[in-house]
């Protein structure tokens, strides 16, 4: 038996191009009760300041819509393991002007990828990110935004490949009711975990939970791959059409234990002139017995 719900918590990352309030209204025509967007650019350090219009349109644009479940995405620029302190700084700084921004929308989650050691190994990466959130945290203790661990592809010294890790960087934040975790599809195929099958998708999913605990899923990223299991290259494919296939799409989908959990689409956004958000988000919708 599905819980008492008209529909999932779905939707797709939009484009704050024209503002962004327009994302939930973009999110609407699509039959959105999710959303995720970037409240800045993400290719420069450059840091922007909301408005007081731009907050208030951005609640209206909430009411009107009844879309609650909205997550913002940190800039790829930021990397909390990098051993360059001008960088470390820059990217402790980006992440707490996102939690402030992120506060002032009401974002619910805020998502990171949680960086990349650049040689100097995976233990002392592990305790800088977690030395630099702890204080973040401590600098920012009004704001009770969640911050998520995105699980990663595994790319280059990337952290955050392996549950295991990803545990390890939770266990050393002194605030718990501050931190979490997305999981993206894609990336977890990427890095080697099979959710192609029945038997091995519950296999991943128990291993989720014996290391982190399915209670610390905040956000899911659908998306599916380009690339092979255990490729360790992140490249996004539409939603039945890439190496994971339809059937994990559908295990998730009527995952009770995931239900409550929104669910975000990064497919790409455009295929041979075609409206792919519409494509991917009602090919999802379909899955659901």
């Not at 939970?209 to 380009?226: E, F, M, P, R, T």
């Amino acid at each position: 038996m599905k819980p008492d719900k008209t529909s999932p918590l779905l939707g797709a990352h939009f484009s704050i191009a024209k503002g962004l309030h327009h994302a939930l209204y973009e999110a609407k025509t699509y039959g959105c009760t999710a959303l995720q967007i970037f409240t800045k650019s993400t290719i420069t350090w450059k840091e922007r300041s909301l408005t007081q219009e731009e907050i208030n349109r951005f609640d209206q644009a909430r009411e009107q819509t009844g879309i609650t479940s909205i997550a913002s995405h940190t800039s790829y620029l930021i990397n909390l393991a990098t051993p360059e302190r001008k960088k470390h700084a820059m990217s402790c700084n980006a992440l707490k002007q996102e939690l402030i921004r992120s506060s002032m929308l009401d974002i619910s989650f805020v998502v990171l990828h949680p960086g990349a050691h650049l040689g100097k190994g995976k233990d002392k990466g592990i305790e800088k990110i977690a030395l630099s959130i702890n204080k973040i945290f401590a600098q920012t203790p009004d704001i009770q935004i969640r911050l998520l661990l995105e699980t990663t592809a595994v790319q280059g010294s990337g952290l955050g490949h392996t549950f295991e890790q990803l545990a390890s960087i939770m266990d050393r934040i002194e605030n718990q009711n501050r931190i979490g975790i997305c999981l993206d599809t894609s990336h977890v195929f990427a890095a080697g975990y099979d959710i192609r099958t029945p038997e091995s998708y519950r296999k991943a999913t128990d291993a989720f939970d014996a290391v982190i605990g399915v209670d610390n899923l905040y956000v899911i990223h659908l998306n599916d791959s380009k690339k092979e299991l255990g490729s360790r290259v992140d490249r996004h494919e539409h939603i039945g059409e890439g190496y994971i296939g339809i059937d994990a799409f559908e295990l998730l989908m009527n995952d009770m234990r995931f239900w409550d959990v929104p669910k975000i689409i990064e497919t790409p956004k455009q295929k041979d002139g075609q409206d792919t958000d519409k494509m991917n988000l009602n090919r999802l919708r379909s899955l659901i017995y």
